[in-house]
């Protein structure tokens, strides 16, 4: 069975350009995660999804992030306009559920802004 | 304010000896503990998950602990090969299941 399927694995764009990262979760998870990740440190939260509602964003710069999972499967993640800050790994998860589950990642996207 | 620390700076061990990885945290009343394994590169991948409630796990090599008193979590691999080299993340997940917190991780590096 494939594993979290994220795209593209890199991408590169000046400041002030938007970009989008896509996300296909394991079959049959209801829950999807967005988490950014800093060199060095452990990934942050961005956005959780249950099915299609988004229940927790309370950590997405929604300024000029945006976020949404169609049908409850499938999920992009937006930036518009990129800033030289949002340089990252954007690492997409998806679990059976919120319970006590584990959670199975993709291998990220590495943003670049220049 | 809530935190989760990791050593930051990395774990050197010789081959065949135990690796001991320590997690604290503080402010936080977690419903469960997990430990992921990171290589560069690659996203987080699940190692041990354990509750509140639980003293212990183990899976092979691996064992956790997880002391609600002293607010910290060990994890340790014994035998451990240089294969094991890699960051080790904890994550914490609150009552809620609503917040899922990471530590920033500790490298470990198993020298043959």
């Known amino acids: 069975e494939a594993g979290v399927v994220q795209s593209p694995r890199y991408k590169i764009i000046e400041k002030k350009q938007p970009v989008a990262f896509w996300c296909n979760p394991i079959?049959?998870?209801?829950?999807l995660y967005w988490y950014r990740q800093n060199l060095g440190q452990g990934p942050e939260l961005l956005i959780r999804?249950?099915?299609?509602?988004?229940?927790?964003d309370s950590q997405l710069p929604k300024d000029r992030f945006s976020a949404e999972r169609l049908k409850g499967v499938d999920s992009t993640l937006k930036i518009q306009p990129a800033e030289l800050g949002d340089s990252a790994v954007y690492l997409c998860?998806?679990?059976?559920?919120?319970?006590?589950?584990?959670?199975?990642f993709g291998q990220g996207t590495r943003l670049t802004v220049v | 304010s809530q935190k989760i620390e990791q050593n930051s700076e990395a774990l050197n061990i010789q081959e065949g000896k135990t690796a001991t990885l320590t997690c604290n945290y503080t402010?936080?009343?977690?419903?469960?503990l997990q430990w992921y394994r990171q290589d560069p590169g690659r996203g987080p991948v699940f190692l041990l998950l354990?509750?509140?409630?639980?003293k212990e796990k183990r899976k092979e090599r691996l064992k956790v602990t997880f002391d609600t008193t002293l607010k910290q979590s060990l994890f340790h691999i014994t035998a451990s090969q240089p294969a094991d080299s890699a960051t080790y993340l904890c994550a914490l997940t609150l009552y809620n299941f609503n917040k899922f917190y990471f530590g920033s991780g500790t490298k470990l590096n198993v020298k043959p």
């Open positions: 402010n936080y009343s977690p419903a469960y």
């Open positions: 354990i509750r509140e409630n639980e």
């Open positions: 998860a998806s679990s059976l559920d919120t319970g006590n589950t584990e959670a199975f």
């Open positions: 079959s049959g998870h209801n829950t």
């Open positions: 999804y249950e099915n299609e509602e988004a229940v927790d």
